[in-house]
């Protein structure tokens, strides 16, 4: 362990010991302790070895004891003991700007709020007013807070990036003479963050979509704009490019905006082998002369290649597969048949079943699988043994008044413990169809630790899928240190399915851990997660993730009809 960690942990054990009220001078002792040891200039594990602790500011008999027990074991038991009090996401509120530890107990305390997202949606709900020592000015702050925090982080996460898109492009799309409208850049390309917006319309006149641009509710300062390009900052924020260019050169603009760049370079050094060059405007022979393309096949038929799906156009080996006639048949929304997690009010979702089977159902699925959490969960309430067989009679009837249109599966989300076991018995286990396993604490588990946990769960006999095998919260919470080739060894090996989760805080598995799955002959399944009936329209943040992994519908357990699945967990 470097002085690094181990600072981490002793300033995480302040933090803890700070929301749970103790006592000022302990808390100070750790947080003291982290500063020296970070301060350190030679490794901390040498200081440990020579038997010279004591020599450290701040560092006692009772602190020397804890690194020589982190040095020797690689643990902590103290500390394990208070992670296990405090769910990490209750820690990681602290970051936001107004929330200290008081008010970090309190949101946990009172409101079952164990993440930033939660406590987001908790302030959007006015739900933070009422509180003692809280009022609106309060909860606007904490709101404000958070933004200001995802600011920091730099990146905007795909889905708030993709609906940010939607709110600017709507009434651009209206406007008379626009003939096209659509995001580019790497929110084209569905990358799981995207640095700022790239918006193109075709229309023969700018001005007046520019000036519509500049109007927009959202827009907090025009940073420039002139006849081809307009560029603004959002009140969150962030910043979008608009581009308005002439119907006829519609293909080779979103072509050229949509990148990558590395895919680009590539296109263009594939042109000028062909005698041609490559521009945003138009593709131009030797003699001068332009060759218009209104749409992107035109332009990758010109370099003599089929058209590359945006998802694809990072050059990792796109533009040689598509050289080769070898593209992926990649996966679509409408090849999904199923959804492999959401949430009822049995746990922390916000509908009953029924709504829940009735909203799958209109988003065009033929079953999904109800994995409310397990208790072990902090949050409010998970379910134990009797509420699953009592949800099991409701899945029943819920299927029945279905009518044979749609099927709910059993399920859960079981917890899987920080020793690798499971939060429910086997017997309750092995009575429901689909079993998920998931980690949502002790994310900051030693490499070792959490991968041997994960790879516990895929070889317990009636564990199905892993959920979101990073634990990341994205813009908010780093996942977990995990050696993601053992994790994805051992699910090939087992025959376990690992999860894409879809939703756009998570999307994890991601882009380059889905290729390598594949590559290893590991089953996919992708799930929305959902908490909320809207949320089974989040499935297609999940397709794209899979298709940036190059995801083929064979690959993709959720492409199978629930028997196939019920005969595939039956497999051994
Ligand atoms: P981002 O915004 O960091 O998430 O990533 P992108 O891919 O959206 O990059 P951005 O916004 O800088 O530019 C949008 C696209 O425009 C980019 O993917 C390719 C194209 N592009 C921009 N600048 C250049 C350039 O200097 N050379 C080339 N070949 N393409 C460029
Ligand atoms: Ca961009
Ligand atoms: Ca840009
Ligand atoms: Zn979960």
Redesign the pocket.
């Known amino acids: 362990m470097d002085n690094r960690q181990i600072a981490a942990i002793f300033a995480r054990m302040a933090d803890i010991l700070d929301i749970q009220g103790e006592n000022p001078h302990r808390i100070m002792a750790y947080r003291r302790a982290a500063e020296n040891i970070a301060a350190l200039s030679r490794p901390l594990e040498e200081i440990w070895r020579a038997g010279e602790l004591d020599s450290i500011p701040g560092i006692g008999k009772t602190l020397a004891e804890k690194i020589d027990e982190l040095m020797r074991t690689g643990r902590l038991e103290a500390y394990e003991k208070l992670r296990a009090q405090v769910p990490d996401g209750v820690v990681e509120m602290l970051q936001v700007p107004d929330v200290g530890p008081r008010k970090a107990a309190l949101f946990w305390k009172e409101l079952g709020i164990t993440s930033i997202a939660e406590l987001e949606e908790a302030a959007r709900a006015g739900k933070l007013r009422s509180l003692p020592g809280m009022g609106v000015r309060s909860e606007e702050k904490v709101l404000a807070g958070i933004e200001a925090l995802k600011r920091r982080s730099g ?1 905007i996460p795909l889905g708030t990036a993709w609906e940010l898109a939607r709110a600017l492009l709507e009434p651009l799309r209206e406007l008379p003479g626009v003939v096209q409208a659509a995001p ?3 929110l084209r ?1 569905m ?1 799981e963050t ?3 917006l ?1 918006l193109l319309v075709a229309a023969e006149d700018p001005e007046p979509v520019m000036a519509r641009f500049r109007s927009l509710p959202q827009v907090a300062e025009v940073l420039l704009s002139g006849t081809t390009k307009t560029s603004i900052r959002t009140h969150d924020g962030y910043q979008a490019d608009l581009r308005v260019l002439p119907p006829a050169r519609w293909g080779t603009a979103l072509q ?6 590395a895919h ?2 590539r296109l263009r050094g594939l042109a000028q082998d062909r005698g041609l060059s490559l521009s945003e405007y138009a593709i131009k022979r030797e003699d001068g002369t332009e060759i218009l393309c209104a749409t992107e096949e035109e332009v990758y038929a010109a370099l003599g290649l089929p058209l590359i799906p945006p998802e694809l156009r990072e050059d990792r080996g796109e533009i040689e597969a598509a050289l080769a006639g070898r593209l992926p048949d990649l996966l679509e929304l409408s090849d999904l048949q199923g959804d492999f997690q959401f949430h009822t009010t049995l746990s922390d979702g916000r509908a009953s079943l029924w709504e829940m089977a009735q909203a799958a159902h209109a988003a065009g699925l033929k079953y999904a699988v109800v994995s409310d959490h397990s208790r072990g969960l902090g949050v409010a309430h998970g379910a134990g043994p009797e509420e699953l067989r009592r949800q099991r009679a409701e899945v029943e009837e819920v299927n029945r008044r279905m009518g044979g249109t749609f099927r709910v599966l059993t399920g859960v989300e079981v917890e899987v413990r920080a020793d690798g076991s499971l939060d429910l018995p086997d017997e309750v286990l092995a009575e429901l169809d689909i079993v998920v396993a998931a980690v949502h604490s002790g994310l900051r588990q030693p490499r070792e630790q959490f991968t041997a946990r994960a790879i516990a769960a895929l070889r317990h006999p009636h564990v199905d899928i892993l959920a979101h095998p990073t634990g990341r919260l994205l813009g908010q919470r780093e996942g977990a240190d995990v050696d993601m080739e053992a994790v994805l060894r051992a699910a090939a090996e087992t025959g376990k399915a690992v999860e894409i989760n879809a939703h756009p805080w998570r999307l994890d598995l991601n882009d380059v851990g889905i290729r390598r799955a594949i590559e290893l002959g590991v089953l996919l399944a992708i799930s929305s997660d959902s908490h909320d009936p809207e949320d089974f329209g989040l499935l297609h943040f999940g397709v794209a993730m899979a298709r940036r992994g190059w995801a083929s519908p064979a690959h993709i357990l959720n492409t199978r009809s629930a028997e196939e699945v019920l005969a595939w967990t039956r497999r051994s």
Do not use: E, K, L
Not at 256 to 261: D, E, K, M, R
């Open positions: 990146r580019a850049g790497s390309r990358r995207v640095g700022d790239d050229y905006f949509t990148g990558s760049q680009n370079i």
